[in-house]
């Protein structure tokens, strides 16, 4: 489903095109070596991505619906080191770490950060940075076509992506 209107969208690539797609240069460089979860559900082309990347690598493919502590189970059985979702999602996971660390137990340690679907804030990437030595990314793209643009958040919320100029040619095929 579209991530911005929530109507139905269908993507419709062949084995061999998929592969392709995989193998381009994408975010999936940044999380290939790594065990990934995407809080995204599975058919847009990022979460289908991050799905294939895994299994390509050898790596676990990992979503997950509940956003409860079974979430942070998930995510420390599988040590999973990378995680992508909205950043509503993402502020999700640091609250229930949050949680966890005045409870005074272990949370997992996440190396990369990649949120796309709505603007970040600099209160989620302080709260980000306050539990994980790790890096931060936004990520601008279509549940259709996938990542357009890409930036690493170093310091605070600069160069953050917030609607950056494309221009996107559709085809239609007549049988």
């Known amino acids: 489903t579209s991530g911005t ?7 419709s690539v062949t084995a061999e095109n998929l592969f392709q797609r995989i193998l381009e240069l994408q975010t999936t460089n940044l999380y290939s070596s790594l065990s990934a979860i995407c809080l995204l559900p599975f058919g847009g082309l990022w979460s289908t991505r991050v799905a294939m990347v895994s299994v390509l690598f050898g790596k676990p493919y990992i979503t997950f619906g509940y956003p409860d502590d079974r979430l942070i189970e998930v995510i420390t059985k599988y040590e999973v080191r990378a995680l992508m979702g909205s950043p509503s999602q993402v502020a ?22 990649v949120m796309g679907g709505s603007t970040l804030s600099q209160n989620l990437v302080n709260r980000i940075r306050k539990q994980h030595r790790c890096k931060v990314y936004n990520y601008y793209g279509s549940t259709e076509v996938g990542g357009i643009a890409l930036c690493e958040v170093k310091t605070g919320l600069e160069p953050l992506i917030v609607r950056p100029y494309t221009e996107v040619e559709r085809s239609e095929e007549h049988t």
């Not at 209107?5 to 993507?11: A, M, R, V, W």
């Not at 999700?92 to 950060?113: H, Q, S, T, W, Y």
């Open 92 to 113: 999700g996971v640091i609250d229930l770490m949050d949680a966890r660390l005045k409870e005074k137990r272990r949370i997992p340690n996440i190396e990369l950060f």
């Open 5 to 11: 209107t929530g109507l139905e969208k269908f993507i």
